[in-house]
């Protein structure tokens, strides 16, 4: 245990259904991150929220849409999504501001697009 | 741009000892992470170098060279526990981890 939990752990959804993934963290942390990770390919930064703040966002497509309501909770809604969007997508967290970023990460949800 | 290499895979044997190697070229740098990442489960933290030199933790040692661009992470006893991938990030000068793509360690018996 990590102390971010995220839910569904698994996910089956068409191309043109809304879904949301959602991470929680129980660490005290101020900053939160998305990551997708598709097989054989390095960790891609999707998206990084400190102290509630958007800081990052990778070029990523429209239909990932992420909302962090408090410090302790980050959503990434889906819509419309893709084929190739299929992969294990991970939320993470460290405490943020600092220069150490150790980052501790969630077991992650495996999505699959039809 | 920014690049982090490191093998595909690689096989070992219980007991026996294991190099996995890295090799980076960033913008900036602000150390160097070394993740466990079984299947199907969370990336966990290993170690984090930001100076030259070895730094040891049990079974596990990981090297920094800073002027080579260049880590490894020395497994050493291993355990059937240790098949997974390891992953190598850096840090750099915006605070951003950059990642490898991961090396798949196999353990045999």
Not at chain 1, 100 to 109: H, I, R
Not at chain 2, 30 to 52: C, I, K, M, R
Request: hydrophobic share 30%; aromatic share 12%; net charge neutral.
């Amino acid at each position: 245990e990590t102390g971010v939990t995220q839910t569904p752990r698994h996910l089956v959804m068409g191309m043109t259904n809304k879904k949301s993934l959602k991470c929680e963290q129980h660490l005290g942390h101020n900053a939160m991150y998305w990551y997708k990770q598709s097989a054989k390919k390095p960790l891609e930064l999707m998206f990084v929220y400190n102290f509630k703040e958007q800081t990052e966002n990778n070029s990523v497509p429209s239909r990932f849409s992420p909302e962090c309501p408090n410090s302790s909770h980050l959503f990434l809604h889906l819509h419309t999504l893709q084929p190739e969007d299929s992969a294990l997508y991970l939320c993470a967290s460290s405490p943020g501001g600092g220069d150490y970023n150790e980052q501790f990460f969630g077991p992650g949800t495996r999505l699959t697009v039809l | 741009g920014q690049n982090i290499d490191q093998p595909t895979e690689m096989t070992a044997t219980e007991g026996a000892i294991v190099q996995i190697n890295c090799t980076y070229q960033t913008s900036g740098f602000n150390g160097l992470f070394w993740y466990q990442q079984h299947a199907g489960e969370a990336p966990t933290f290993l170690s984090y170098n930001v100076l030259d030199g070895l730094e040891e933790k049990g079974r596990f040692s990981s090297f920094l060279s800073r002027s080579k661009g260049y880590s490894y992470l020395l497994l050493k006893e291993l355990q059937m526990k240790d098949s997974a991938s390891y992953l190598c990030a850096v840090l750099d000068s915006n605070y951003q981890l950059i990642w490898g793509a991961g090396t798949k360690l196999i353990i045999k018996p």
